[in-house]
C-alpha cells in the first residue's frame, strides 16, 4: 500500500523557522494537504494543493512540492503553532488516500 | 458557518456493528468528495474511506474494505459509515471531513 514518510519530530526555538517534509512516490503526480492538529482538536487544513494557503491561515505557513519531497515551512514560528502536522495524498491511481505518520512541532 | 456534526459512535462488542452518521450544513454538500477519517488512542490520522458527489463511486483503505460501507443522502445533506464485523483495532475517533472542514469525532470503543 502506499506510503507518505515523514520526520517524527522537529523543534525550533520562537522565530526561528521549522521545516517539515513529506516523501512519497506519487508526490510528482499528486497534491499534498497539511493539516494542523493541536492535542485534543479536530484537524485544520494549512495548506492545499501544494502550496495554497486557506483564508484565516496565517502569512507565515508556506507549502512547496518537488519531485516525492513535499515540504511544509512555518517562518517565524510561534509558541501557538506547537502541534502535530499531517500531509496528505491519493496514491498514483486516485483512489488510496493516505496521511504521513505525523510531525510533532515542538516550540522550545 | 461550515459544520460536520458526527454522531453514532459508541462502545461494541468484537464481531458488533455500528453506523455512524454526519450532518453537514453551511456548504453545498453535493459538491465535494466525503470521506471518513479514524484517529486510534495516541496515534496518527488514517483515511478511512471517500465517496464521490454523487454516490457513484466509493474507495476503502484495505483494512476495513469488506467490512465498512461509506454513503451518503444528498437531499439529507448526510454521510455515513456501516461498520460491520468491527474488531478491537477499529478503536477510535471517527472524523467525518470534505477535506476543507472536519466535524468534532465521535468515539467508537470496540472491546469485550
Known amino acids: 500500500s502506499y506510503e507518505l514518510t515523514q520526520s517524527p519530530s522537529v523543534s525550533v526555538s520562537p522565530g526561528q523557522t521549522a521545516r517539515i517534509t513529506c516523501s512519497g512516490d506519487a508526490l510528482p503526480k499528486r497534491y499534498v494537504y497539511w493539516y494542523q492538529q493541536k492535542s485534543g482538536q479536530a484537524p485544520v487544513l494549512v495548506i492545499y494543493?501544494?502550496?495554497k494557503r486557506p483564508s484565516g491561515i496565517p502569512e507565515r505557513f508556506s507549502g512547496s512540492s518537488s519531485g516525492t519531497m513535499a515540504s511544509l515551512t512555518i517562518s517565524g514560528v510561534q509558541a501557538e503553532d506547537e502541534a502535530d502536522y499531517y500531509c496528505y495524498s491519493t496514491d498514483s491511481n486516485d483512489d488510496q488516500n493516505v496521511f504521513g505518520g505525523g510531525t510533532k512541532l515542538t516550540v522550545l | 458557518e461550515v459544520q460536520l456534526v458526527e454522531s453514532g459512535g459508541g462502545l461494541v462488542q468484537p464481531g458488533g456493528s455500528l453506523r455512524l452518521s454526519c450532518a453537514a450544513s453551511g456548504f453545498t454538500f453535493s459538491d465535494y468528495w466525503m470521506n471518513w477519517v479514524r484517529q486510534a488512542p495516541g496515534k496518527g490520522l488514517e483515511w478511512v474511506a471517500k465517496?464521490?458527489?454523487?454516490?457513484?463511486?466509493?474507495y476503502y483503505v484495505e483494512s476495513v474494505r469488506g467490512r465498512f460501507t461509506i454513503f451518503r443522502d444528498n437531499a439529507k445533506n448526510s454521510l455515513y459509515l456501516q461498520m460491520n464485523t468491527l474488531r478491537v483495532e477499529d478503536t477510535a475517533v471517527y472524523f467525518c471531513?470534505?477535506?476543507?472542514?472536519w466535524g468534532q469525532g465521535t468515539l467508537v470503543t470496540v472491546s469485550a
Open positions: 494543493e501544494d502550496s
Open positions: 471531513t470534505s477535506g476543507d472542514s
Open positions: 465517496i464521490k458527489q454523487d454516490g457513484s463511486e466509493d
